[in-house]
């Protein structure tokens, strides 16, 4: 990292503008750093939703706060645009009301700028009041298990990436050519690897999955895919409407072991509502006949995909000449307790599942950004109360995944980011948050970066990428297609 700018802390003038701060582009619009009361500068890091929505509270709430938001993408909108499934177009939505608060005069997205290495964080508290980390949990989880890293096994967060067109992960090719796939893991994240390996092909041509993972899907020998859970049909983690959506999956038949079912339908009155709910569509799917229509359905379908239960992968099993994943042995296990809270326990029993496709979907993992903030490895999380970084100096803020962990679709992502503006327009309010002193904002930052040699890309440069890859969306029936790399996309906005 470049020596720190010395010059940027001792404000109202930067003697690389040679002018006073106070009349840079931001601040313009009437707001003079010599004002009694100076205007609040936050700024965000991350543009996913946590971002987008903590930067809408802010800005609806507050008259006159300015909110900047850092992303190390040049693109915007986080797992929105690079996990939420290509066929699920409805969910991007979002990226209306997201759109609207970037256009916001007083909000500033600064796209391809990583903060902790680009900026530090210590250098965004100087320029600003208050810093909310909304950076998500970009990691995974690892199983920790023999054999994990061999060749045909792939980290779901990859994978669903590299459908996704996730820069970092365009050339995961990842190999198709085995009839069998096992996914270790029954989210909902695993349903939707579940869904993008099975879809008939039709479906996928009409959304914005990236073109080599469509042409890769075209070739794909996969027929029969495996969502193995640790714990039984009681602690699925997947929901109800995805769980509906594969029954229905047009192509594609459920397997089930009945004997998992049985019993459960004697329990289901106790079960809370969502869980219930779940419990007696799986119930009706594994054990009722299906009427004739469905049966004729399933019976045409060459593809299947099952659910197998109380199984906790122990190892990968290379294929004879070591070189390739070929199984996975799994110890079959009980329950504990009862409930969400079961835990599941070996018997001592193992079982191995042969096939050549293995992925690892056991969750995502949050990251510290710098030792200057502070972190709980083992939960993955900033430690925090109702967003406020506990042991950190006033001022700083966290929401989403990194806030609470990588569990929570986007409303639940909303409320709590809601929370965490909520608790930052308090401590405003009640001046727990210093305002005396002016800052800077995002004009030092820029001056910072340009001295990096780092171009921060605007939100009109990215509404210009995304004006692109519409364009080529609109010629082969796709709502977009996506640009794959970074080069490319700062290419197009490069002044
Ligand atoms: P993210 O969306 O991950 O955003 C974090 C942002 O921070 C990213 O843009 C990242 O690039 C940026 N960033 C990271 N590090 C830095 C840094 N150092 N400097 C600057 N920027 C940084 N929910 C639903 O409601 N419906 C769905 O269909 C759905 N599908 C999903 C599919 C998948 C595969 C996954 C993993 C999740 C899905 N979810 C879905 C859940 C939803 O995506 C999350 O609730 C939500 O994205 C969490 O928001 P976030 O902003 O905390 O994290
Ligand atoms: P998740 O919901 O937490 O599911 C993780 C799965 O991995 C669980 O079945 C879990 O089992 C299992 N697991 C964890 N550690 C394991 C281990 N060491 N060995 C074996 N199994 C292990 O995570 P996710 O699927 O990544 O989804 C993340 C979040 O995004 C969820 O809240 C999800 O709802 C959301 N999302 C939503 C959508 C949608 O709305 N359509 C789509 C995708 C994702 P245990 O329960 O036993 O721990």
Not at 407 to 423: E, K, L, P, Y
């Amino acid at each position: 990292m470049a020596p720190r700018c010395s010059w940027m802390w001792r404000l109202p003038r930067c003697p690389l503008l040679g002018r006073n701060l106070s009349t840079t582009r931001r601040l313009g619009a009437g707001r003079s750093l010599s004002s009694k009361s100076p205007t609040p500068q936050i700024c965000v890091v991350g543009s996913g939703p946590a971002g987008f929505y903590t930067a809408q509270h802010l800005l609806k709430h507050h008259s006159e706060a300015i909110v900047d938001i850092y992303e190390k993408l040049p693109v915007p909108f986080g797992l929105v645009r690079f996990g939420v499934a290509p066929d699920h177009p409805e969910v991007k939505n979002v990226i209306n009301t997201f759109t609207q608060t970037a256009r916001s005069e007083r909000c500033n997205f600064l796209g391809n700028v990583t903060v902790g290495r680009d900026v530090t964080v210590e250098e965004l508290q100087r320029a600003y009041h208050a810093i909310v980390l909304s950076y998500g949990a970009e990691d995974k989880k690892e199983l920790g298990i023999p054999g994990e890293k061999l060749p045909g096994v792939y980290s779901a967060r990859d994978f669903v990436g590299w459908y996704n067109g996730l820069p970092d992960n365009r050339y995961l090719s990842p190999d198709l050519s085995s009839e069998t796939a096992v996914i270790l893991g029954q989210g909902n994240v695993a349903l939707d690897i579940a869904r993008m390996l099975l879809s008939p092909l039709e479906l996928l041509e009409k959304t914005d999955v990236a073109q080599p993972a469509l042409e890769a899907l075209s070739q794909s020998r996969v027929k029969k895919v495996w969502l193995v859970g640790r714990r039984g049909p009681l602690q699925v983690a997947f929901t109800i409407k995805e769980l509906r959506e594969m029954i229905n999956l047009p192509g594609t038949r459920p397997i089930y072991d009945p004997s998992d079912f049985q019993g459960l339908g004697d329990i289901l009155k106790d079960l809370p509502r969502p869980r219930k709910r779940l419990t007696e569509l799986l119930v009706k799917s594994a054990l009722e006949e299906p009427g004739e229509k469905e049966a004729v359905r399933r019976a045409q379908c060459t593809r299947e995909w099952g659910l197998r239960f109380f199984r906790s992968p122990i190892a990968v099993l290379p294929s004879e000449d070591g070189k390739r994943a070929s199984g996975v042995r799994l110890s079959v296990t009980r329950l504990e307790g009862s409930g969400e809270s079961a835990v599941s326990v070996p018997t001592g029993e193992t079982e191995d599942m042969p096939c050549g496709l293995i992925f690892s979907s056991i969750g995502y993992r949050s990251v510290p950004i710098s030792p200057g903030v502070p972190f709980l490895p083992r939960q993955g999380i900033i430690p925090n109360s109702m967003g406020r970084v506990l042991g950190a100096p006033a001022g700083l803020y966290c929401s989403g995944w990194v806030k609470r962990g990588p569990t929570g679709v986007i409303t639940t992502t909303m409320t709590d980011s809601f929370d965490t503006a909520q608790s930052l327009l308090e401590d405003l309010k009640s001046g727990a948050l210093n305002l005396s002193n002016s800052r800077p904002g995002a004009s030092a930052i820029r001056e910072l970066l340009l001295l990096r040699g780092v171009d921060p890309v605007s939100f009109s440069d990215w509404e210009k990428i995304d004006a692109v890859e519409t364009a080529q969306g609109l010629k082969v029936g796709k709502p977009r297609e996506k640009i794959l790399n970074t080069e490319e996309m700062l290419q197009l906005v490069s002044r």
